[in-house]
């Protein structure tokens, strides 16, 4: 099933991913491990686009001390092939650090260490991609009334804004493009207005000695860090944590609770009726949204109180509240907050207010365009998706559009996390071959169940 001519000269490619992140990397290395053992009818042929130059994860949050918030056994492929050289465990090994990670007695390495290993296992696959292309729209190819294909158009970024177009032909996608800052209603980013998302790209732009004053905004894992980061870094500044609950509270990452990470946590999640979804989704929210590192809650704490004791508090925290306006001003924005116990507003003058007030999936409606038509929504408007990650859709469609990402609703918690990226690539790997009519032997039976069960486990 590699890659053969199809119309216009274009090259027809079994799978096209949209997005280089930990998704598609891991989708990237499935197909490499899979195209290594399979015979010529088997291979399949991949590419991706991604619009950054290079590989970078949550870049603008990569900050020196923070930790990751999953096990370094859930990474790329370990889930789903412990033998793989693309192993975490495999590059602490090539770059000589294996010892000493094994004293460190750790799962949870920092964000830095775990972002080289995902830069060196996207070296390893570098070749499937085109860095610097922005995915600008999906058409249908159509044969009669079938789509039998789909070109993906995709924008060449180069720094001065313009950029030839490409367009690839692809029997399946792969849509991957993750998460984009969200600000509260009526807020949006400015000169002294950002989302966490853009702190070190930007936080070089405040003069140490001169910044008086932040707001940091949210209570979830990325306010916990941008606060402690910024009372680190301008030793002279107050800064101001301000949030709608009454303190901090920490992730629940007990064991049972954490089995809602699990591969299989996926099929019960994906089973069960719509109002059993929401008991799930509200019962373990707090192990991962609006929740903190209980050793970063304690640090926060420690630092305030320390503060007390010597007499200048330049942390401090307005809990039960909410921001209700920000006012850009010459040098400073005014930040209006509204107290939830006494219902009064006062107005912080502050140098930068960050908004740590989350992300939301990257809606893939606006890149499927016309696709949309053959993708019957759910009745809250959202794509239907089926067990494999695969957008249902009408009956004349033959090629696949696949989602890693912006499945909560179907696939539950994991959705836009790390947890099941291994498992879920090898799903959606499994599902391109069983689903591409060249695979099929004739007679239409599925693909070789021996390559299927090789993709899964
Ligand atoms: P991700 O967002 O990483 O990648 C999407 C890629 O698509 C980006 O590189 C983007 O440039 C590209 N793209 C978007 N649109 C495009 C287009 N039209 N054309 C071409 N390219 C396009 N989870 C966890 O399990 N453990 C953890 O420790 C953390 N830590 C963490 C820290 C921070 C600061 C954040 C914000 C999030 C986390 N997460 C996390 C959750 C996070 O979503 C997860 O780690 C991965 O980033 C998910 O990987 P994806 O590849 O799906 O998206
Ligand atoms: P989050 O958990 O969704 O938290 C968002 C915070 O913003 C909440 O406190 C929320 O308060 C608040 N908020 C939302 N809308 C608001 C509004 N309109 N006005 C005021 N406050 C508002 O987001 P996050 O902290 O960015 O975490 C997102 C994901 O990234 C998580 O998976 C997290 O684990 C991950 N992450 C990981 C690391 C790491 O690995 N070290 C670092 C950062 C983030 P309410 O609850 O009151 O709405």
Request: charge should be negative; charged fraction near 25%; hydrophobic fraction near 40%.
């Amino acid at each position: 099933m590699s890659s053969s001519t199809g119309t216009n000269d274009h090259p027809v490619h079994d799978l096209i991913g949209i997005g280089f992140g930990p998704s598609n990397l891991a989708l990237a290395i499935a197909a490499v491990e899979h195209n290594d053992q399979a015979n010529d009818t088997e291979r399949v042929a991949v590419r991706f686009f991604e619009r950054q130059p290079a590989f970078g994860w949550h870049r603008g949050m990569l900050l020196d001390d923070a930790t990751m918030q999953v096990s370094f056994l859930k990474d790329l492929v370990t889930l789903r092939n412990p033998a793989s050289s693309f192993s975490f465990l495999s590059y602490l090994h090539e770059c000589g650090r294996l010892v000493d990670f094994i004293n460190h007695k750790t799962l949870f390495p920092l964000r830095l260490e775990f972002h080289a290993y995902l830069e060196w296992a996207s070296a390893r696959v570098a070749d499937l991609v085109d860095w610097g292309h922005e995915v600008t729209r999906l058409e249908p190819v159509l044969e009669g009334d079938e789509v039998v294909a789909l070109d993906v158009t995709a924008r060449e970024l180069n720094a001065d804004g313009t950029g030839r177009e490409v367009t690839y032909r692809a029997r399946n996608v792969v849509i991957a493009t993750g998460l984009q800052p969200r600000f509260p209603e009526g807020i949006s980013g400015s000169e002294h207005v950002w989302h966490n998302q853009q702190l070190l790209h930007r936080v070089e732009e405040i003069d140490v000695e001169a910044a008086r004053r932040f707001v940091v905004v949210g209570a979830g894992q990325s306010a916990a860090e941008v606060t402690a980061f910024l009372h680190g870094r301008f030793p002279e500044a107050e800064v101001v944590s301000v949030f709608s609950r009454y303190g901090y509270s920490p992730a629940d990452d007990s064991p049972f609770a954490n089995r809602i990470f699990d591969p299989d946590a996926v099929d019960d999640f994906f089973e069960a009726p719509v109002h059993v979804k929401k008991l799930l989704m509200g019962y373990h929210a707090n192990t991962n949204y609006s929740v903190v590192d209980g050793e970063l809650i304690e640090e926060l704490y420690r630092r305030t109180y320390q503060e007390k004791v010597v007499g200048r508090e330049r942390l401090t925290m307005m809990n039960v509240a909410r921001v209700e306006a920000v006012r850009e001003q010459d040098s400073s924005v005014a930040v209006t907050v509204r107290s939830l116990t006494g219902d009064r507003t006062v107005d912080i003058d502050a140098d930068l207010a960050v908004f740590a007030t989350g992300y939301d999936p990257v809606d893939p409606l606006p890149l499927l365009g016309d696709l949309a038509a053959f993708c019957p929504p759910d009745t809250g408007g959202r794509l239907r998706v089926q067990r494999d990650y695969r957008v249902e859709t009408t009956p004349g469609i033959r090629c696949g559009i696949y989602l890693q990402g912006g499945t909560e609703h179907t696939h539950g918690l994991s959705s836009s996390l790390l947890s099941t990226i291994a498992v879920r690539a090898g799903e959606i790997l499994a599902s391109v071959v069983a689903g591409t009519p060249s695979v099929q032997p004739a007679g239409g039976a599925k693909a070789p169940a021996a390559a299927l069960r090789r993709l899964i486990s």
